[in-house]
């Protein structure tokens, strides 16, 4: 099993909405497809939405981290991505995040 770790930083496509109990509706749904898609495949990480941007972080087996990242980088919530870490990974560093 070889894990990896990887980050990325986007631009939002979306216009932000009003918030809804402190989180952009668009991100809401986001945040519950990642979780509930992230635990089935082990993944744990972090998302960040700011200024109609955003930053994530993947970690789990090389495999589903680059699954996943393939379906980001299709979707069209998100545009200019960039990659700023990709790289094996020894040792977990986070737990039972599936996404925070």
């Known amino acids: 099993m070889a894990l990896m770790r990887l980050a990325y930083a986007s631009e939002a496509t ?3 909405q009003p918030l809804e109990k ?3 509706p668009h991100v809401a749904r986001i945040l519950m497809v990642s979780r509930r ?3 089935r495949a082990g993944l744990v990480g972090g998302l960040y939405y700011g200024d109609n941007r955003f930053f994530q972080y993947l970690e789990g087996e ?3 981290v680059r699954e996943t990242f393939e379906r ?3 979707d069209s919530r998100h545009r200019n991505i960039r990659m700023l870490i990709e790289e094996p990974l020894d040792v977990p560093t986070f737990s039972n995040w599936s996404m925070k």
């Open 62 to 64: 090389e495999e589903f």
């Open 72 to 74: 980001i980088r299709q």
């Open 22 to 24: 402190g989180v952009e």
């Open 37 to 39: 898609n992230n635990g």
């Open 14 to 16: 979306f216009e932000a």
